[in-house]
Nanobody, 125 residues
Framework: QVQLVESGGGLVQAGGSLRLSCAEA?????????MAWFRQAPGKDREFVAG????????FYSDSVKGRFTISRDRTKNTLDLQMNGLKPEDTAVYYC?????????????????WGQGTQVTVSS
């Protein structure tokens, strides 16, 4: 069972940066998993942010974060990171790390079986 733990959230001013990290807590490696970051703001559905394929490290992003956020995987540390630059108040949400052996589309929350508990990101204007 893959156990994911996010860290790195916090409060930042608009235009600032944060780096989120997702680690595997049970000692398993998730290097052979497709992985993604999602976020959920109060009163809204969980939405896709960024994803990475395990086969070729192909990365893909939602239009709202493209050019500002970067997803990456560190296989030696067994972590998944999300570098967030140029943060906006509308980026405020709880951010979740997700993993799945094979996610056909990669942008749908229903494709992922393994989730972290989330980390809060708040961007002030």
């Amino acid at each position: 069972q893959v156990q994911l733990v996010e860290s790195g959230g916090g409060l930042v001013q608009a235009g600032g940066s944060l780096r989120l990290s997702c680690a595997e807590a049970s000692g398993r490696t998730f290097s052979s998993y497709d992985m993604a970051w999602f976020r959920q703001a109060p009163g809204k559905d969980r939405e896709f942010v960024a994803g990475i394929r395990w086969t070729d490290e192909f990365t893909f992003y939602s239009d709202s974060v493209k050019g500002r956020f970067t997803i990456s995987r560190d296989r030696t540390k067994n972590t998944l990171d999300l570098q967030m630059n140029g943060l906006k108040p509308e980026d405020t949400a709880v951010y979740y790390c997700a993993a799945e052996k094979w996610a056909a589309d990669g942008r749908k929350a229903t494709e992922y079986d393994y989730w972290g508990q989330g980390t809060q990101v708040t961007v002030s204007s």
